[in-house]
């Protein structure tokens, strides 16, 4: 009898994986200029109001129905609210406390909340392999969490909120996560539903943002434009659609390694771009999330 196949590894399955990974290791920067000027919280209704747009439009071209019913909206406003409105307005003001390295770095520890939850609320289990890579792949994440730490202008009470605030993010992300894998998610059509809840989560930001920040602020400068739209279209609508179906397929565990290698790539693309010099506490961390990612990835009983 053939053994199982290790699914994680298929090419259906680590395209989509790459995509999303560096889709969002770039985003760290951006986000960083989406701040200077506009509120936090508009910038993030700009974005999901063109991510909604782009995945109404995607949804309507396959034939797919935004009428979800009652119970689908429901579904898709939860959803909306936890990924679109929580986690990114946590994110982003984590950004204005500590350094963009950092906030990607504590986001690596996603996978925590996603095996804990998907055992909770899914029943599904951690095999000992994708346990031995989660533990090599944190240790990586520790290392760098440390050079990040140490190498932070911002001061250690800055330093405690903006970490808090990634923490309050990542809960509201992991939410998210799990929701998708549901059986519940399964009934809906994928882009339909993200559609919805991305319009309903920049409904949400949009009033969030006129109540703690007054009317609406745009610049109209070309890099944040551009930033607005890279980030609406690329790093929202086509990354989260790949993303959630990687969730559904391979379970929240194992799709949220693509956040311990997200700081990697956001190093990496650092250090063409704002001349980043690794350190060897650095490399050895991006060297150690690596290994526990190829670990994970290659187990052959994946999360049940």
């Known amino acids: 009898m053939s053994a199982t196949p290790v699914q994680s590894t298929r090419a259906a399955i680590l395209i989509p994986f790459a995509i999303v990974t560096l889709l969002w290791g770039s985003t760290w920067i951006v986000i960083r200029d989406q701040i200077a000027v506009v509120p936090a919280s508009w910038s993030i209704s700009y974005r999901f109001l063109i991510g909604g747009v782009a995945m109404a439009v995607y949804a309507l071209a396959k034939g797919e129905r935004l009428a979800l019913g009652a119970r689908g909206w429901g579904f898709a406003a939860i959803l909306g609210t936890a990924q679109f409105v929580l986690n990114f307005n946590f994110v982003y003001r984590a950004e204005g406390y500590i ?24 029943g599904q289990r951690m095999g000992r392999q994708l346990i031995a890579g989660s533990a090599v792949a944190m240790a990586g994440v ?10 932070d202008p911002n001061g250690p009470a800055a330093s405690l909120i903006g970490i808090g605030l990634t923490l309050c993010a990542i809960v509201s992300a992991s939410t998210a996560n799990v929701m998708q894998a549901s059986e519940t998610a399964k009934r809906y059509p994928m882009a339909s539903v993200l559609a919805v809840a991305m319009l ?36 929202s609508a086509v990354a989260f ?14 799709a949220a390694y693509s956040g311990v290698i997200v700081p990697v790539i956001a190093m990496l ?22 290994i526990g990612l190829v670990i994970a990835l290659r187990a052959r009983r994946p999360a049940r």
């Open 99 to 122: 350094t963009s390295g950092l906030v990607a770095v504590v986001f690596g520890m996603l996978l925590i909340p996603n095996a804990l939850f998907a055992r909770i609320f899914l």
């Open 241 to 254: 659609t790949l993303y959630f179906q990687v969730i559904r397929a391979i379970g929240p565990a194992k």
């Open 200 to 235: 309903i989560g920049a409904a949400i930001d949009a009033a969030f943002a006129f109540a703690t920040a007054g009317s609406p602020t745009f610049e109209w400068r070309a890099g944040y434009i551009l930033g607005i739209l890279y980030l609406g279209l690329f790093a």
């Open 269 to 290: 693309l650092s250090t063409v771009f704002e001349s980043y010099r690794w350190s060897p506490l650095a490399l050895a961390g991006a060297v150690l999330a690596g």
């Open 142 to 151: 520790a290392l760098l969490f440390v050079h990040e730490t140490r190498s």
